[in-house]
């Protein structure tokens, strides 16, 4: 077989199948443990993940006042408290509640 002859092959197969490169092939560069850049170089998000360089986790469901370090936490921010953090505990701060 020539070279020319395995060089049409391998085209032939990646046109029949496609083609996906991860993370640091896309402009710009997506997080390569978080997603995967596709033919159009665009990122697309592994389940948990978002944003346009797949770097931002998803809060749980249902979470208001609240941000992640993984998929699925739900860590309050200051004044909010709850597994939602969905209760205001600065309104107590200053008046007996």
């Not at 609240?66 to 200051?78: A, F, K, R, Y």
Request: charged share 20%; with cysteine.
């Amino acid at each position: 077989m020539t070279a020319t002859e395995a060089l049409l092959r391998v085209l032939l197969l990646l046109l029949a199948f496609g083609h996906s490169t991860y993370g640091a092939e896309c402009f710009p560069a997506c997080n390569p443990q978080n997603g995967f850049c596709e033919d159009d170089n665009v990122c697309r998000c592994q389940p948990g993940w978002q944003g346009p360089l797949c770097d931002q986790c998803v809060t749980s469901p249902g979470c208001l006042h609240g941000l992640c370090e993984e998929p699925g936490q739900c860590i309050c921010t200051d004044g909010w408290d709850g597994e939602l953090c969905d209760r205001d505990v600065r309104a107590c701060s200053s008046t007996p509640c």
